[in-house]
């Protein structure tokens, strides 16, 4: 799992966490988005918050449209949390 870190768009006031899958082609993203498995990804959000020094109480919150109004960038948005930059995980 490679964890890397970008700014956050302005109309945000939360950060973000998206999970991207490797070597998955872009016909498959775009048949998954509303399909990801997000109980599995929540069990990842531990690791994700020790290697960046983030509370482990930070409540996660998924939306299908954590990244824009259409649905297509799904993620959790981190409620409790002052972490000034999105956070993307590639699987």
Do not use: H
């Not at 799992?1 to 016909?27: A, H």
């Not at 959000?45 to 409540?59: R, V």
Request: a positive charge.
């Amino acid at each position: 799992m490679e964890i890397t870190t970008g700014e956050m768009e302005r109309r945000q006031t939360k950060p973000r966490v998206y999970f991207f899958v490797k070597d998955e082609s872009v016909l498959d993203n775009l048949s998954n988005r509303r399909n990801r498995p997000k109980n599995f990804y929540r069990t990842l959000l531990p690791e994700i918050y020790k290697k960046l020094g983030i509370s482990e109480l930070t409540k996660a919150v998924w939306s299908q449209k954590a990244g824009c109004r259409c649905g297509c960038s799904p993620g959790f948005i981190l409620q409790d949390e002052d972490f000034a930059q999105d956070i993307f995980v590639d699987l």
